[in-house]
């Protein structure tokens, strides 16, 4: 963190410096951040071959079946393809999440979040007709990240006004996202034409984010997303680190009593944290509707929301650290596709080895007692690791 | 470690050697599931049995992907496109627009979904639908002849034809019985005119199952019929507690006193779609080169629906009953009884 400017006045003892060190994360430990998701999966592939034989599937169809999650990842055009497909969403809401966390804020709501803001841009995206794609595509993007703003901040405002937890209110608000998208999709201005089952209308063309590859290959599903996604990476790296209500989010986060003092105020900080938040999760939502589904359905998130935590959790809350975890869990989602296909291996064993990723990333002392070499070797002077 | 490592390599190397030469089959046979999984006990796993028998039989490779959200569809059948499949089945209405799409966009590759037909059709999608209410009628007449209370039931999963055609054939078979019989025996959870009832809003959670059928229980009704593939499980296990004299199951896509070991003894009978006949004639036919666009309907007359056996209820049920169900069977198929009410 590039907050150390603020510690003037007299010189720190060695000691306190020493207890300091591990909350200044950031640049300093950016090498963490891949050595250490690296030798958590490499366990969590170690203990899912375990699992799998435990479960009686034969060794050759292990390895296959690894095989098969490399190919279905990285191995082809459509694989790369779908790898970035599945990681915009993740990315998007997990930059929310893990910005949230720099501020001291659990953000539980981003499922919810995606909801209403991905439900906001579909009606936006068939109600409002005849404009152009240069207007109405950005349109309908801003009305799901508004709206997910707007969500998120109902949060934030509780927490500041009342001291009602955000996780607990997140959570709520989740359950009445759910709800709110089955009531609205039956909505007869909502509801797609002679069906009786809750479905939107289809996205109008002119509010659709384009397939970037389909000149190539009308099965390429990845769409202009890719750039909202990278964009947004730019955009909370600065805001986080080089802004002043980054600084202000990062210290109320470590030090809600040296923010006080530092005259930041604490309400307005967090309602915003949360606001940014829900602004990205309901982009991500946006994104989904707009880019890959074209519609609105129960369950269109698909827990992309919940997942989005481990993609916090597991890039440390670094934008960074985010978008290598959300492609690498998007890896995983196209991979796990695969490795179905090829090798007859339950989608289910992609949701274990997940939970086991973030299991080790949780623990990184585990990890460290593990492979003492590794991270030994690496202290000595930059060795490469595999 | 080093060992380990050459170790891996070695076996990545092998494992590839494999996989190229398990690839070299003839003719590939792919279906994409809906949520409720390969092994729901339902629709998905009846289509899967399908592919099996078609394994057996003409010595095919099948192969599967399950959808865990609505986002899976389109993926999950670009994934098989890739992995060369010269069939694929995608299970369930909802699958509709991703299934037209993907055809669309590949005019190429055969295409063929459970549960749905195109219309204007769709030159390389087979659609295999199901006359579930000519099935589901009889049903309907067994579960009014047996009733004790004078009240039986239904739950649908989601308000679509696929499901409600259920509900349809069992409320007008139950109407058949009282205007036969003389009885007054009353439905509930499903209104035919006003195309309105008790739906749980998913086809996965058996607790939403076991509420349903404990509302309707409540509500007087000793048999019920869940439409919502593995949902009804929920309510099997209510059954079960119950006791069969208390309540009473009927199964729906397979025959559920098979299937769900569980629960043995709670159910009637149940509404047989037979889709694991239908998905081996749709893998027939693209094998012999017959295959073209278009729907094959699933009747009574041509065993795509049925009804299952009484099983342990055999012997309750009384003879007179059974003959009329048969006269009914005999009646539908010659087209002297009307389903529709």
């Known amino acids: 963190m590039s907050g150390e400017a603020q510690s003037s006045g007299p010189a720190m003892p060695p000691e306190m410096k020493a207890l300091l060190a591990p909350a200044i994360d950031s640049r300093s430990s950016l090498r963490e951040l891949f050595i250490l998701p690296l030798a958590a999966m490499f ?59 720099r501020a001291g804020l659990f953000n539980i709501g981003a499922e919810g979040q995606m909801v209403v803001g991905g439900l906001a841009t579909a009606i936006a995206s068939f109600s409002v007709t005849g404009l152009s794609i240069w207007l109405h595509l950005p349109l309908v993007l801003l009305v799901g990240l508004a709206i997910g703003a707007v969500y998120a901040a109902i949060a934030g405002l509780l927490k500041a ?82 802004s002043k209500l980054g600084f202000a989010f990062r210290i109320s986060g470590e030090n809600p009593g040296a923010a006080r003092y530092a005259g930041i105020r604490a309400g307005l900080t967090i309602v915003m944290a949360m606001a940014i938040a829900g602004a990205l999760a309901g982009l991500a939502g946006a994104t989904q509707v707009s880019g890959v589904l074209g519609r609105a359905t129960p369950g269109f998130t698909a827990g992309i929301g919940f997942d989005a935590i481990a993609v916090a959790l597991l890039g440390r809350s670094h934008p960074v650290g985010i978008l290598l975890a959300g492609l690498l869990f998007g890896a995983l989602e196209a991979g796990g596709r695969q490795m179905q296909v090829d090798a007859g291996v339950s989608i289910d064993m992609i949701g274990i080895m997940q939970a086991l990723i973030i299991i080790f990333v949780a623990a990184p002392l585990l990890v460290r007692r593990i492979f003492p070499p590794l991270f030994r070797e690496r202290r000595r002077g930059g060795d490469e690791h595999d | 470690m080093f060992m380990k490592k050459a170790a891996l390599t070695s076996g990545i190397a092998a494992a590839f050697m494999l996989a190229s030469a398990g690839g070299a089959s ?186 349903f059928a404990q509302n309707l229980y409540d509500e007087g009704a000793d048999i019920v019929m869940p439409v919502a593939g593995p949902v009804g499980l929920g309510s099997a296990a209510l059954a079960t507690e119950l006791g069969p004299d208390a309540l009473k199951i009927v199964g729906v896509d397979a025959d559920m006193e098979v299937k769900d070991t569980n629960n043995p003894g709670v159910y009637l009978t149940s509404v047989l779609k037979r889709m694991d006949s239908t998905v081996m004639q749709v893998i027939k036919q693209a094998m012999d080169g017959t295959f073209e666009g278009g729907m094959i309907v699933g009747t009574l007359a041509n065993d795509g629906v049925g009804i299952a056996p009484y099983h342990s209820f055999d012997s309750a049920v009384p003879a007179a009953l059974k003959a009329e169900v048969e006269e009914i069977r005999a009646g539908i198929i010659a087209g002297s009884i009307n389903v529709g009410g």
């Open chain 1, 161 to 242: 006004a009342t001291g009602a937890h955000e996780v607990i209110s997140t959570i709520m608000l989740n359950l009445i996202s759910i709800r709110l998208l089955d009531y609205m999709l039956r909505q007869p201005f909502i509801q797609k034409e002679g069906r009786s089952d809750p479905i939107s209308k289809a996205v109008l063309e002119t509010a659709e984010l384009p397939r970037i590859l389909e000149f190539l290959d009308g099965n390429l599903r990845l769409h202009a997303g890719l750039f909202i996604m990278l964009a947004a990476v730019a955009v909370i790296y600065w805001l986080l680190f080089r």
């Open chain 2, 26 to 211: 003839a003719f590939t046979a792919c279906q994409v599931t809906d949520v409720g999984g390969i092994d729901d006990s339902g629709f998905n796993e009846t289509a899967w049995k399908g592919v099996q028998d078609s394994m057996k039989s003409y010595g095919i490779d099948g192969r599967y992907l399950e959808s865990q959200s609505e986002t899976d569809y389109e993926p999950n059948l670009n994934a098989l496109l890739d992995a060369k499949c010269d069939i694929i089945i995608s299970v369930g209405f909802l699958m509709a627009d991703a299934t037209a799409t993907s055809a669309g966009a590949n005019p190429g590759a055969k295409f063929s979904i459970v549960d749905m037909a195109y219309d204007p059709t769709i030159p390389n999608v087979l659609g295999q639908v199901y006359a579930t209410n000519q099935a589901a009628f009889m049903a309907g007449y067994i579960s009014a002849g047996m009733s004790q209370t004078g009240v039986v039931g239904t739950f649908g999963g989601i308000n679509i034809p696929p499901v409600t055609a259920f509900m349809d054939g069992f409320y007008y078979g139950v109407a058949y019985h009282n205007s036969q019989k003389g009885t007054n025996v009353q439905v509930l959870g499903w209104n035919p005119e006003s195309k309105e009832g008790l739906f749980t809003g998913n086809f996965e959670s058996l607790d939403d199952g076991r509420a």
């Open chain 1, 43 to 101: 366990l969590a592939m170690l203990i899912g071959a375990l699992i799998m034989m435990a479960t009686s599937v034969a060794p050759a169809t292990i390895l296959q079946s690894f095989i098969a999650m490399a190919h279905g990842s990285v191995g082809s055009l459509h694989a790369i393809s779908e790898t970035l497909t599945a990681a915009i969403p993740l990315v998007l809401a997990g930059l929310g999440i893990g910005l949230a966390f």
